[in-house]
């Protein structure tokens, strides 16, 4: 069955430091992958998303590539802040599943001045 | 716009209780999902509904019911609570048919079941 498998955490990092998130998947077919945020209290929001092969998903400085030759999706950001402090999740999802989505167990990452 | 709603925000509840959870959209989602997330677990999902009038069972709907009236409500039930139960509940809705549609979640509901 498909399955998300990220990197076990807690992340602790300086600020300004290189943030690599790793992001491995097993899929039947031709997933959809995500990468959702969820800040201190609140609930997940979608921070990226990457549809096919190749594709690069980006925003507010974070990426992740969509790499099928090795069933990845790591999340990277060159320079973190402190207000990137979060959990972090890994999910995909395929067309014969319904829509439903597969998430992965969640990093946490703390960013310190 | 509001979104997704869930309500109530917090509850203790005694074991052996009934409890409903609800969760209200207002993007005119066709579909809608529970899950538990509990720390090391990440997400699970309990049970979902691709259209209003239908639901599904999902990876943990033991001891959970769920129904979908109409497009926008849709309540998770506990009819009889344990203390495993005891967990951060999230609704979540999506536009179906097209698998990169994201999922939208609400705030939570964070339930201790004693």
């Known amino acids: 069955g498909d399955s998300v498998t990220q990197m076990e955490g807690p992340v602790t990092l300086s600020e300004e430091a290189f943030l690599t998130i790793n992001c491995t998947y097993t899929?039947?077919?031709?997933?959809?992958l995500f990468w959702y945020v969820q800040y201190p209290g609140e609930g997940l929001q979608l921070l990226l998303k990457a549809t096919k092969a190749d594709d690069k998903g980006s925003n507010k400085g974070f990426e992740a590539t969509y790499r099928k030759e090795t069933t990845s999706f790591h999340l990277e950001k060159g320079s973190v802040q402190v207000s990137d402090s979060a959990v972090y999740f890994c999910?995909?999802?395929?067309?014969?599943?319904?829509?439903?989505?597969?998430f992965g167990t969640g990093t946490s990452l703390t960013v310190i001045p | 716009t509001a979104g997704i709603t869930q309500a109530p925000t917090s509850q203790i509840l005694a074991a052996g209780r009934s409890m409903t959870l609800r969760c209200t959209q207002d993007m005119r989602h066709n579909a809608m999902y529970w899950y538990r997330q509990d720390l090391g677990l990440g997400l699970r999902l309990i049970h979902y509904?691709?259209?209003?009038?239908?639901?599904g069972k999902g990876e943990v709907p033991d001891g959970y019911s769920v129904s979908r009236a109409n497009t926008d409500d849709f309540p998770l039930t506990l009819a009889s609570a344990v203390p495993s139960q005891t967990s951060v509940y999230f609704c979540?809705?999506?536009?179906?048919?097209?698998?990169?549609?994201?999922?939208?979640f609400g705030p939570g509901t964070r339930l201790t079941v004693l």
């Open positions: 509904s691709n259209t209003a009038g239908t639901t």
């Open positions: 899929a039947t077919g031709y997933p959809s």
């Open positions: 979540a809705s999506s536009e179906m048919g097209l698998p990169y549609n994201e999922q939208f």
């Open positions: 999910a995909l999802s395929e067309d014969n599943t319904g829509n439903q989505f597969y």
